[in-house]
């Protein structure tokens, strides 16, 4: 392949071999590149997109996915709220590979109200872990993997803030959210709650409001939407995603 110039004939031509390699036109950089790097620069792209049509035709019942819950004293982070119990289960399908569950130790006392609604007391969390000492067998559990759950976004809040305070990273997990799944895929009908969604599969759970009982919850209406999708003719991720567009 030729070094590009300014010319605006060899950059088209340039453009175009890109094109026939299946690499799209927004991916497409702009400005002079040498040789050897856009040599480069095309290897990565073009084993990027390989991966992702791989990824895009696994199987859901084969695909790795982390259900995740945790309880907290409260909805902001940055206001000082604290993560203090979080259940990931590793599903392959619906086949359960691996568990973690934990209290986490808080530095501050639980609010009354919180107690009363997990049923978790500061006893349960004298002997608990910090969230540091979590993180080890969290993030190599998580891996790449699919992340779901239910208002997961508040999940994923609290692991982004410890994450970047601690070490200036996030997760860069994909994730879906349960409610946003359910509504997609039954058009019409409200989720806004967990419990609507239990009610709708008539799902009886026990542990209700603690993030070992409530993961378990999410597993099985995971189970009840991997279920639908069969029904549907959902075989593949990139099904799943067509879906719920």
């Known amino acids: 392949m030729k070094h590009p110039s300014n010319d605006s004939g060899t950059v088209k031509q340039w453009i175009n071999q890109l094109l026939s390699l299946g690499i799209k036109r927004d991916q497409v950089p702009g400005g002079v590149q040498s040789d050897f790097s856009r040599q480069a620069w095309i290897r990565a792209v073009m084993k990027e997109n390989a991966k992702k049509k791989k990824e895009q035709n696994l199987l ?10 945790s309880e907290t004293t409260g909805f902001r982070p940055e206001h000082g709220d604290e993560m ?3 259940c990931a289960i590793k599903l392959e399908g619906k086949n359960e ?5 934990t209290f986490i130790k808080a530095e501050k006392k639980i609010p009354e109200d919180v107690k009363r609604l997990t049923g978790i007391t500061d006893n349960d969390l004298l002997d608990a872990p910090p969230l540091i000492e979590i993180m080890p067998d969290l993030v190599p559990l998580l891996s790449s993997h699919l992340i ?11 692991l982004n803030h410890h994450l970047w305070k601690s070490v200036k990273r996030k997760l860069s997990n994909p994730s879906l959210d349960l409610k ?3 509504e997609k895929m039954y058009r019409g009908r409200d989720f806004s ?3 609507d969604a239990l009610s ?8 209700r409001h603690t993030a070992a009982g409530d993961a378990e919850a999410a597993v099985k209406l995971w189970e009840c939407i991997l279920s639908e999708c069969d029904t549907r003719s959902v075989k593949t991720l990139n099904d799943f995603h067509r879906l719920l567009v």
Do not use: Q
């Not at 709708?200 to 542990?207: A, H, M, N, P, T």
């Open 84 to 86: 203090i119990s979080l």
């Open 200 to 207: 709708f599969f008539s799902l009886e759970i026990k542990d």
């Open 148 to 158: 779901v759950g239910y208002h997961i976004s508040h999940d994923l809040t609290f």
């Open 180 to 182: 946003m799944i359910l």
């Open 97 to 101: 590979e691996k568990r973690l569950s």
């Open 60 to 69: 859901l019942c084969e695909m790795p996915v982390i259900i995740i819950d």
């Open 193 to 195: 709650t967990f419990d």
